[in-house]
């Protein structure tokens, strides 16, 4: 196997290792993990307030990494020779860094939804949370809360 080719295949290793990591949570009200199973949850009540869409975002740094790798290998085997090589190898990792933070971007943003509520006790929360599920103005809820984490549902 000549240097090149070893150098692409433990390329396409990596990245694909990396890109393995960009797996993201889940935000939803209806998706529990492993952990939260079977868990004792305090149970609240209140009214929708208000509902604002929103995005949410997760970023691993994934992305940067398999670009970055990607692109210097890509450049720097197929672009000159000595420095010049390195030169490219070196501008096509800033490059491919770039390309893959933006597209990291792109694929873990998720459409969410900001939920106003006032509970039967006058305090007010906001939850936000993966927008599955659809809340108005008006309706009553309940607000599931375990370990720091609350979900609204109806």
Do not use: W
Request: charged share 20%; hydrophobic share 40%; glycine share 16%.
């Amino acid at each position: 196997m000549d240097n090149k080719l070893r150098t692409g295949v433990v390329t396409v290793l990596a990245v694909t290792a990396l890109v393995g990591g960009c797996a993201t949570e889940s935000n939803s009200n209806s998706v529990y993990s492993t952990g939260q199973a079977q868990r004792e949850q305090t149970v609240r009540y209140g009214v929708v307030e208000g509902v604002r869409d929103v995005m949410i975002r997760s970023q691993t740094g994934a992305g940067t990494l398999a670009g970055g790798a990607i692109g210097g290998v890509a450049a720097g085997s197929l672009i000159g020779s000595g420095n010049g090589s390195v030169a490219a190898g070196i501008l096509g990792a800033v490059l491919g860094g770039i390309a893959g933070s933006a597209t990291e971007n792109k694929v873990n943003q998720r459409r969410a939804l900001e939920i106003t509520v006032r509970l039967e006790n006058g305090e007010m929360r906001a939850i936000t949370q993966e927008a599955d599920e659809l809340f108005r103005p008006g309706e009553r809820v309940r607000l599931l809360t375990s370990g720091g984490v609350t979900r609204v549902t109806h």
